[in-house]
């Protein structure tokens, strides 16, 4: 029996399981992972907390080798559906709150690109803050997004890209916003780890949003001034 067979998650201290919990999420162990999270909110933490502390900690340390080289996207892949499990417990915990519908979002990741972690993760944390979120899914050309929006009627047309590569694809999105003369019905919030600030405002969103909890913040503050300004008009 190998030394890894010999831990028992829940005999570990917190620090020592989040410790675990990178290695497990490395390893790509989905059931340690959603074993992890469940003895962390035995514990009393919060769902946002075992997300950002252990899930997110664990994929950054994961995003490191694959960028250095050391590990390849099937380990990655396995990493991510790792992720996912934990996500899929902490998901229903996140919404939660009861909050009243304060908001519609439709939310994508961009045409060319698949990545869909942190734009799940937003979108989870949107709902728990009390919005009504549209997920598109991965891979979204232009019509995807705005077809919806009109359609349901969206506040918010929120968009992620991963990748160099698949960015500067927001900024047809908003582009064709503009050609169509309907720009300003939405308020566009933008994120993904290769973004900024300068860029966001670079192709006219309304706001880059850093990570997930940022984008409720901002997408909170823009609402309640685009009900401020209906009731002024
Ligand atoms: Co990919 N990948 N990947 N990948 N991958 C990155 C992005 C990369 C940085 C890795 C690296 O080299 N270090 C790199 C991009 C380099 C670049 O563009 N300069 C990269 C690459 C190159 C690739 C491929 C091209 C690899 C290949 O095939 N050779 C390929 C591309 C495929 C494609 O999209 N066409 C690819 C594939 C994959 C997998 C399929 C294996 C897998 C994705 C699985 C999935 O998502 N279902 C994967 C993963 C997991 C990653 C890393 C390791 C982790 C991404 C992640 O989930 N992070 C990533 C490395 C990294 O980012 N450090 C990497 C955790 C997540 C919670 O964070 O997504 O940043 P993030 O979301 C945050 C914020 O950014 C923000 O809030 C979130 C929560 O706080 N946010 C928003 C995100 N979207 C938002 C939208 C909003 C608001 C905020 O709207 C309002």
Same mark, same amino acid.
């Given at each position: 029996?190998?030394?890894?067979?010999?831990?028992?998650?829940?005999?570990?201290?917190?620090?020592?399981?989040?410790?675990?919990?990178?290695?497990?999420?490395?390893?790509?162990?989905?059931?340690?992972?959603?074993?992890?999270?469940?003895?962390?909110?035995?514990?009393?933490?919060?769902?946002?907390?075992?997300?950002?502390?252990?899930?997110?900690?664990?994929?950054?340390?994961?995003?490191?080798?694959?960028?250095?080289?050391?590990?390849?996207?099937?380990?990655?892949?396995?990493?991510?559906?790792?992720?996912?499990? $934990?996500?899929? !417990?902490?998901?229903?915990?996140?919404?939660? #709150?009861?909050?009243?519908?304060?908001? /519609?979002? &439709? %939310?994508? +990741?961009?045409?060319?690109?698949?990545?869909?972690?942190?734009?799940?993760?937003?979108?989870?944390?949107?709902?728990?803050?009390?919005?009504?979120?549209?997920?598109?899914?991965?891979?979204?050309?232009?019509?995807?997004?705005?077809?919806?929006?009109?359609?349901? $009627?969206?506040? !918010?047309?929120?968009?992620?890209?991963?990748? #160099?590569?698949?960015?500067?694809?927001? /900024?047809? &999105? %908003?582009? +064709?916003?503009?050609?169509?003369?309907?720009?300003?019905?939405?308020?566009?919030?933008?994120?993904?780890?290769?973004?900024?600030?300068?860029?966001?405002?670079?192709?006219?969103?309304?706001?880059?949003?850093?990570?997930?909890?940022?984008?409720?913040?901002?997408?909170?503050?823009?609402?309640?001034?685009?009900?401020?300004?209906?009731?002024?008009?």
């Amino acid at each position: 029996m190998s030394e890894e067979d010999d831990i028992i998650l829940s005999e570990l201290d917190d620090d020592e399981l989040v410790q675990q919990m990178f290695d497990d999420l490395y390893d790509g162990l989905k059931e340690e992972i959603q074993e992890g999270v469940n003895i962390l909110l035995g514990r009393g933490w919060q769902p946002y907390e075992v997300l950002t502390k252990a899930l997110v900690g664990g994929m950054t340390i994961v995003g490191k080798d694959f960028r250095d080289g050391i590990l390849f996207v099937p380990e990655v892949l396995l990493a991510a559906n790792a992720m996912k499990g $934990g996500m899929a !417990i902490l998901k229903p915990l996140l919404a939660e #709150t009861g909050a009243p519908t304060i908001g /519609k979002m &439709v %939310i994508g +990741t961009v045409k060319g690109d698949i990545h869909d972690i942190g734009k799940n993760l937003v979108g989870m944390m949107m709902e728990g803050a009390g919005f009504e979120v549209l997920d598109l899914g991965i891979n979204n050309p232009v019509e995807n997004y705005l077809d919806t929006a009109e359609r349901e $009627g969206a506040d !918010i047309v929120g968009m992620s890209a991963l990748l #160099t590569t698949t960015m500067p694809y927001m /900024k047809v &999105v %908003i582009d +064709t916003m503009i050609e169509r003369g309907i720009r300003d019905n939405y308020i566009v919030l933008v994120g993904g780890a290769p973004l900024n600030e300068e860029f966001g405002k670079a192709i006219g969103a309304d706001a880059y949003c850093r990570d997930a909890a940022v984008a409720v913040e901002t997408a909170k503050e823009y609402v309640a001034r685009k009900h401020n300004r209906a009731k002024a008009g």
